[in-house]
């Protein structure tokens, strides 16, 4: 059946359809079947039902129906099944098609009018791909601290919402379903179009997804044909005439009299006839190598442009879907490390323990790097490497918090995390730690607990700052 989705939740996957009837039918997530899009309230789908439950989702390839096109609206809801509109839509273009080619003065046709441009007809080829990265649209990342890379971090994003999940069974996990619902979409819409670009043959795309939208290039051609088989008909005309005319030539000798005279007036009438098909056949050779010019130069013309035009605009999707993953990887890592600032659980198993790092994807990363020998890196580990290096780089800021008190430790280092994912917090209980710390680590600020160290805090401070170089920015603030 057709129908349109008039709800859709993301959060946990279920939607409402309506049909021409006027009845709803639920769905889940389940069974939506389309790896390139995802539901979206106000798209028309084509699915089947148990009688209530829908059983197969997935959405309709026709989903604008503009004035200048074959099919409406109406013509949606009044068919069950794409094919059957698609059928309906092709009756009617060939209906007009052959309209075009009974009104066309073919004599005094110079050019071929476009019936559908080449941005709409790739518009309408990368539909389901446009809906995948207009989910990303409003994501808002103003706040956001850094964009993560998410190929080269997703096997340690889902390890971390794994490991929150598991730890913390307080936590909802359809919190997190509208975001990996969207990273899975875009993800198959990348590997979909990564994998067509293997086997992308443009010809055939040009003839699908634009020439056969070309109502008057289709006149055009069925004209050609036409007064190609005409050419053809009258040449096996001429051949007969003259075949005929030979015959008669030959008999002409052996007449005498009337009959001799009578055979004359006959090979002349057909020598006659004979001029006018070869006039006839004349015209229409020189029409067809005319209109042929005319078809080759817009199929030309326009295949450049469409092969231009597809190539960027697919690799401006791409990039989109790349970005769009990116930015859902980051959006998803962030809630990750939010919830994990709140939970008592993780407070009790990962910050309470020698950890620096935060609780995010990242740290995850950090963590599996710090296991593997550096000098014997596999390639995909070295680029893992280097990525975690650039985004510390450009992220991290060093913090020391001076105290033997453990739990003020953990709260300071909470608070800290608190203000940036990518923040890292080290622990100096007691002198030698200080000093070590100190001469070998550049920190934003330096936290000194008054109340648990081994001197005066005056005196911890200026032993402190004996450490900084002269460009140092480094502040000491007393707890």
Request: aromatic fraction near 12%.
């Amino acid at each position: 059946m057709h129908g349109k989705i008039m709800v859709y939740v993301d959060a946990t996957g279920r939607g409402t359809v309506i049909n021409l009837a006027k009845t709803f039918f639920e769905f889940n997530k389940h069974a939506w079947h389309d790896k390139r899009s995802m539901p979206t309230v106000g798209m028309f789908v084509e699915f089947r039902s148990d009688g209530k439950h829908i059983t197969d989702l997935r959405p309709s390839k026709f989903q604008e129906f503009t004035d200048g096109d074959f099919i409406k609206e109406r013509d949606f809801w009044k068919t069950d099944s794409d094919d059957e509109l698609e059928d309906l839509r092709l009756t009617r273009r060939d209906a007009y098609v052959q309209e075009l080619y009974r009104e066309t003065d073919y004599d005094n046709l110079d050019k071929i009018t476009l019936n559908l441009t080449i941005p709409q007809a790739i518009q309408r080829y990368f539909y389901n791909e446009t809906l995948s990265i207009n989910a990303v649209k409003d994501i808002n990342t103003d706040e956001v601290p850094y964009i993560i890379d998410f190929f080269a971090m997703k096997r340690f994003l889902y390890k971390a919402l794994d490991t929150l999940l598991f730890s913390d069974n307080t936590i909802n996990q359809a919190d997190f379903s509208a975001m990996k619902n969207i990273i899975v979409h875009l993800e198959m819409s990348y590997k979909d179009m990564k994998d067509k670009q293997k086997h992308i043959n443009m010809e055939r795309l040009y003839e699908e997804v634009f020439l056969s939208h070309q109502c008057h290039y289709q006149a055009l051609l069925a004209s050609i044909d036409n007064r190609k088989n005409r050419k053809l008909a009258l040449d096996r005309q001429m051949s007969t005439l003259i075949t005929d005319i030979k015959s008669k030539q030959a008999r002409l000798e052996a007449e005498g009299g009337k009959k001799h005279h009578e055979l004359e007036e006959v090979i002349q009438d057909k020598k006659q006839k004979l001029i006018e098909l070869k006039n006839e056949a004349d015209y229409f050779t020189k029409s067809v190598e005319k209109l042929e010019l005319i078809k080759k130069s817009f199929y030309e013309k326009n295949f450049t442009i469409f092969s231009n035009s597809f190539n960027m605009a697919r690799e401006k999707l791409f990039e989109k879907i790349k970005q769009g993953l990116n930015i859902c990887a980051t959006k998803l890592d962030i809630e990750i490390w939010k919830k994990s600032l709140k939970s008592t659980s993780i407070k009790n198993s990962y910050f309470k323990t020698a950890s620096e790092i935060s609780f995010c994807t990242l740290s995850f990363a950090e963590l599996y790097l710090n296991r593997l020998n550096k000098h014997a890196l596999n390639p995909n580990d070295q680029l893992l490497f280097s990525y975690v290096k650039k985004v510390k780089k450009e992220c991290e800021k060093n913090f020391l918090v001076v105290t033997s008190n453990p739990d003020l430790y953990v709260n300071m280092k909470i608070q800290i995390f608190a203000m940036n994912p990518y923040y890292v917090v080290k622990h100096a209980p007691k002198k030698v730690n200080y000093q070590g710390l100190m001469k070998n680590t550049e920190f934003d600020i330096v936290y000194v607990d008054e109340k648990t160290i081994w001197a005066p805090v005056a005196d911890v401070i200026l032993e402190g700052k004996y450490f900084l170089k002269k460009d140092s920015k480094t502040k000491f603030k007393i707890l």
